[in-house]
């Protein structure tokens, strides 16, 4: 009764052999992923994902189907995203595999525009805020929010005097 109850056996893959004990605490080392390599400055400006150039070739310089100004189909298309590049190629040629657009002229935010910071108007910063208590609903639901740019006090409101209640 007692082999009926002896746990199993190890099998083949749940062996490890390329688990040891370490000798003492000292053959520890813990690595932070940012210790692996420091980036210069420069190359965490370029790190960044340009925006991709969005190109069309065409086989002719004739108008198409909703480019001519005027028509139905025209006002339909007005607010299509226009192409950063448009090549002409004509049939039977081959097209060039690579854009004229250098990688400067390129923007890195969607069409160029600068992306807004964002400004936080806290009542008192000293204090924390509804969401920034760890272990509460709040702050899970808050962990998805984007980080804020800026975090200031907000400005107190202008006292009243007591006759402009009246």
């Known amino acids: ?5 002896s746990p199993p056996r190890k099998s083949v893959e749940l062996q490890d052999p390329g688990a040891k004990d370490l000798d003492s605490s000292s053959d520890e080392h813990f690595e932070d992923a940012s210790e ?16 991709p150039v969005t190109r069309v070739e065409r086989v002719d310089d004739v108008p198409r189907h909703g480019e001519v100004p ?5 006002k339909q298309r007005i607010l299509d995203a226009v192409p950063d590049e ?8 081959r097209s060039r595999s690579t854009s004229r657009l ?3 002229d390129r923007p890195l935010t969607p069409g ?12 008192d910063p000293d204090k924390p805020s509804h969401g920034d208590v760890p272990g509460t609903h709040a702050y899970e639901l808050r962990a998805a929010d984007a980080v804020p740019d800026v975090v ?5 409101p202008p006292q009243r ?3 402009d209640l009246r």
């Open 1 to 5: 009764m007692t082999a009926e109850l």
């Open 36 to 51: 692996g390599g420091a980036l210069a400055e420069a190359d965490r400006n370029s790190a960044t994902s340009p925006i």
């Open 70 to 74: 005027g028509t139905e189909a025209y």
């Open 102 to 104: 250098s990688v400067s």
């Open 112 to 123: 160029g525009s600068v992306v807004p910071k964002t400004v936080v108007e806290k009542i």
């Open 86 to 93: 448009v090549e002409v190629v004509p049939e039977g040629t």
């Open 152 to 156: 200031v006090k907000a400005p107190q």
């Open 161 to 163: 005097k007591p006759e």
